[in-house]
């Protein structure tokens, strides 16, 4: 389950770049990159959260 977890800064980040860059160009691609990547972050940390949590 962690491992679906691993690709989630990749793809929010290159779904972020891309949406930043529809939004506001090359200004707004790299800010949507860096939202996507700590979101990601974010989402994979909650996985291992939870899965620490069910594994008890």
Same mark, same amino acid.
Not at 2 to 19: E, K, R, S, T, W
Not at 24 to 39: E, F, K, N, Y
């Given at each position: 389950? *962690?491992?679906?977890?691993?690709? %989630?800064?990749?793809?929010?980040?290159?779904?972020?770049?891309?949406?930043?860059?529809?939004? %506001?160009?090359?200004?707004? %691609?790299?800010? /949507?990159? /860096? *939202?996507?990547? !700590?979101?990601? /972050? !974010? *989402?994979?940390?909650?996985?291992?959260?939870?899965?620490?949590?069910?594994?008890?």
């Amino acid at each position: 389950m *962690i491992a679906i977890g691993c690709l %989630a800064p990749l793809i929010l980040a290159v779904a972020g770049i891309i949406g930043g860059h529809l939004v %506001a160009g090359s200004d707004g %691609a790299l800010w /949507g990159g /860096g *939202i996507g990547v !700590v979101a990601g /972050g !974010v *989402i994979l940390g909650a996985f291992g959260w939870l899965a620490g949590r069910l594994k008890e």
